[in-house]
C-alpha cells in the first residue's frame, strides 16, 4: 500500500492537518481506490511526540467536516521516511533538513507546493489568529486538491 508522509515543523498545525485534508480527499477522489489502502501519516522535524493538534488546527478543519481529535504530535525519524513512499513538507528548510540527515531519501521528499508545479513554502499559523488557521487549510486543501494526481502518481511511482 502506498504511504504518504506530512511533514512540518512541530506536528501540530500544517501536517497533521494536510494529512487529514489529503485523506478525506482520498476517501471522496480515488477512483477504484479505497482509502484504507493507503497509510497516510504526518511529523514533525522540531516534534516532541504526544502533543494533539492546536485547537484553532481542530476547529479549522472541523468547519471541513474533519475530526483531527486523535492526532498526537510525533517526531521524524529515519523508520518514518523510510516507510514513506512519498514526503510532502511545507517548507524548503524541511526538505534541506531531511536531506542533510538522510540523503537516501531525496528521491521521495518534495515541498508540497511542488505538487501543483510550484515552489513556495506554506506559512506556518502557529500563535496566530483562527482566521490564520482557517486560511492555512483553505490553502493546504487547495494545494491537496489541485495536486491531487500528481501526488498518488508520485506516491505510486514510489511503492513499486
Avoid at 533538513?97 to 518534495?110: D, H, N, R, T, W
Wanted: with cysteine; hydrophobic share 45%; proline share 4%.
Amino acid at each position: 500500500m502506498p504511504a504518504v508522509l506530512f511533514v512540518c515543523t512541530a506536528n501540530v498545525c500544517r501536517s497533521p492537518m494536510a494529512a487529514a485534508l489529503f485523506s478525506a480527499q482520498l476517501a471522496r477522489r480515488a477512483a477504484g481506490v479505497a482509502a484504507e489502502e493507503w497509510t497516510i501519516s504526518s511529523a514533525g522535524t522540531w516534534a516532541v511526540d504526544g502533543f494533539p493538534a492546536t485547537a484553532h488546527a481542530l476547529e479549522a478543519v472541523a468547519a471541513k467536516g474533519i475530526d483531527l481529535a486523535p492526532h498526537r504530535s510525533r517526531l521524524l525519524n529515519e523508520a518514518s521516511l523510510d516507510a514513506a513512499d512519498l514526503v510532502l513538507v511545507m517548507t524548503r528548510s524541511h526538505r534541506e533538513a531531511i536531506l542533510a540527515e538522510c540523503p537516501s531519501a531525496a528521491g521521495k521528499v518534495y515541498l508540497l507546493s511542488q505538487m501543483v508545479g510550484q515552489t513556495f513554502d506554506v506559512r506556518d499559523p502557529y500563535g496566530e489568529s483562527r482566521m490564520e488557521y482557517e486560511y492555512c487549510a483553505d490553502h493546504l486543501q487547495g494545494l491537496i486538491e489541485q495536486g491531487f494526481e500528481r501526488i498518488l502518481e508520485l506516491a505510486r511511482l514510489n511503492h513499486q
